[in-house]
T-cell receptor, first 113, second 110 residues
Framework: GDSVTQMEGPVTLSEEAFLTINCTYT??????LFWYVQYPGEGLQLLLK?????DKGSNKGFEATYRKETTSFHLEKGSVQVSDSAVYFC????????????FGKGTTLSVSS | DVKVTQSSRYLVKRTGEKVFLECVQD?????MFWYRQDPGLGLRLIYF???????EKGDIPEGYSVSREKKERFSLILESASTNQTSMYLC?????????FGPGTRLLVL
């Protein structure tokens, strides 16, 4: 079945460091891909998404490119801030409206000043 | 902005109690979901609903039921709470291929 694998955490960085969180997927169709973020004590918020191959999603300085050839959707940010400390989830859907998302297990990011 | 609200942020119940978790969305979305989130396991789908009075089992429906009497409201029911149902419960609704989540209910079953 479809699945998402993301790098184990926690990831610990200093402020202004470069961030990469790896995400790869297995899917039979042509899924849409998502990154969600969960700040402490809160629900998940959509960070960015891409709906087809080679699309780049971006938001708040974060970027991820949908790579069909490597089945990957790695999250990157050029300069992290303390406020980026959160849990990041990679997810996919089968591209049918209303289909539940399949999530990776989440990667905890901790940024220190 | 889409808003998904959950009735409680924190809940403490005793083993054997019947527990109701309520979720309301204000965007007229047809599809609604209940997940549980546990450390090291990520999010797992319990049930979802694609219309009023319709429901589908997710990956871990055992010990849970749901109710969707109105389009905006989706309730998760723990028929007889057990300690292994201590978890964070997240509700979501879908619009434009995006899921919008509520803030979560952290349930402790003693």
């Amino acid at each position: 079945g479809d699945s998402v694998t993301q790098m184990e955490g926690p990831v610990t960085l200093s402020e202004e460091a470069f961030l990469t969180i790896n995400c790869t997927y297995t899917a039979t169709g042509y899924p849409s891909l998502f990154w969600y973020v969960q700040y402490p004590g809160e629900g998940l918020q959509l960070l960015l998404k891409a709906t087809k191959a080679d699309d780049k999603g971006s938001n708040k300085g974060f970027e991820a490119t949908y790579r069909k050839e490597t089945t990957s959707f790695h999250l990157e940010k050029g300069s992290v801030q303390v406020s980026d400390s959160a849990v990041y989830f990679c997810a996919l859907t089968a591209n049918q409206a209303g289909t539940a998302l399949i999530f990776g297990k989440g990667t905890t990011l901790s940024v220190s000043s | 902005d889409v808003k998904v609200t959950q009735s409680s942020r924190y809940l403490v119940k005793r083993t054997g109690e019947k527990v109701f978790l309520e979720c309301v969305q204000d965007m007229d979305h047809e599809n609604m979901f209940w997940y549980r989130q546990d450390p090291g396991l990520g999010l797992r789908l319990i049930y979802f609903s694609y219309d009023v009075k319709m429901k589908e089992k997710g990956d871990i429906p055992e010990g849970y039921s749901v109710s969707r009497e109105k389009k905006e409201r989706f309730s998760l029911i723990l028929e007889s709470a057990s300690t292994n149902q201590t978890s964070m419960y997240l509700c979501a609704s879908t619009g434009q291929e995006t899921q919008y989540f509520g803030p979560g209910t952290r349930l402790l079953v003693l």
